[in-house]
């Protein structure tokens, strides 16, 4: 006989790691609105709606930007199966997780990867990516603007310039930094991009927003073979979110409302403001955790103000920490992934999230339980510091 569990009773956690973040109160009111089929004429103005708010989140005119209905990893594989074909050679610049991984997505495409490599934590210069790329002439260069293993923010501009000039797709993934920091795609001429719901845009993961240049388009039009991913064959899917309004799939009915709601809140704030709201959040909490001796994996003219990434102090454990921080207070911080496991925490401040309130719950719960392991704090110090930069307004 089976024995049904009791409802869902979850804990209360404040989302503070690399994703998801918490969704906004508003976001959560729009899923609850009743369900309408996913041709209905009603719901296609949503999705048109969606589609012109996403083009003013990503800055860009381009005509197919719509949200994947999957998670970000799934517009990582959307803009490279459709851009790149067996034989294909492209470019990736690697210095940390997601960049790796999106080598391995590239191979899996029958393509050849050409890898620039620094190590995970640093920048890359643009001579160096445009020596490569004109040596190379790749088809796409892939770029990770926002890498959210190490916190680090790389600069795309100039690479548009450049991959005109080779004939070559800038791909650009942008799911740590949509609704945190610019993104410029046309304006960086980036011909195919990739985001997610679930951080910046503060919606519960399960979307995947993307935006294909005209030049992308092109390429997409002009293959030799059919895309390798049925589901993610973008050719087929705007049918579904073009003019035509033909099935493809069943659409995420509740997801596109969250998704609706949470562009709605983005652009009711203001891009500029919202990026000016990260940025100061950041700026106290950077002055708290260094002053608990905290160390950022990125240089500081390329820190993600969105994802912190720091180091632990000398002799602490990872997961004890963490498991006492959402045990005791209810907040989640991430762990490093790949060669920074145990090394790092990964925190976010993204979207909602990204207040005074929550810096100072932070740095005040994780003060208090560096102490019991034994981490030697002044009382105070990282939260005195944190109002330190908020009265600075540095």
Known sequence: MITIPPALQPPSRLLLGPGPSDAHPRVLRAMATPLMGHLDPAF????AEVQEMLRAAFRTSNRLTLPISATGMAGME??????VEPGDRVVVCNAGFFSNRMVDVAQR??????????????????????????????????VVHAETSTGVLQPLDGLGALCRETGTMLV??????????????????????????QKGLACPPGLSPVSFSQRALDVLHNRKTKVQSWYLDLSLITQYWGQDRSYHHTGPISMIYAIHEGLRVVLEEGLEARFERHRRNHRALRAGLEALGMRY??????QLPELNAVYL????????VRK???EDYGIEIGGGLGELKGKIWRIGLMGCNSRADVVYSLLGALERVLVQFGVVVAPGAATAAAQQAYAAGN
């Open 44 to 47: 296609l103005v949503i999705m």
């Open 78 to 83: 959307t803009c490279l199966v459709n851009l």
């Open 109 to 142: 495409c029958g393509t050849e990867v050409t890898e620039i490599k620094r190590p995970w934590g640093e920048v890359f210069t643009f001579e160096e990516i445009a020596e490569v790329v004109r040596r190379v002439k790749p088809k796409a260069l892939g």
């Open 172 to 197: 650009a993934d942008t799911v740590t930094s949509l609704g945190c920091v610019p993104v410029e795609l046309d304006a960086w001429g980036v011909d195919a991009a990739f985001s997610c719901s």
């Open 297 to 302: 994996v990125a240089p500081a003219a390329h």
């Open 313 to 320: 102090p000398a002799g602490l454990e990872d997961l004890p």
């Open 324 to 326: 006492r921080l959402l």
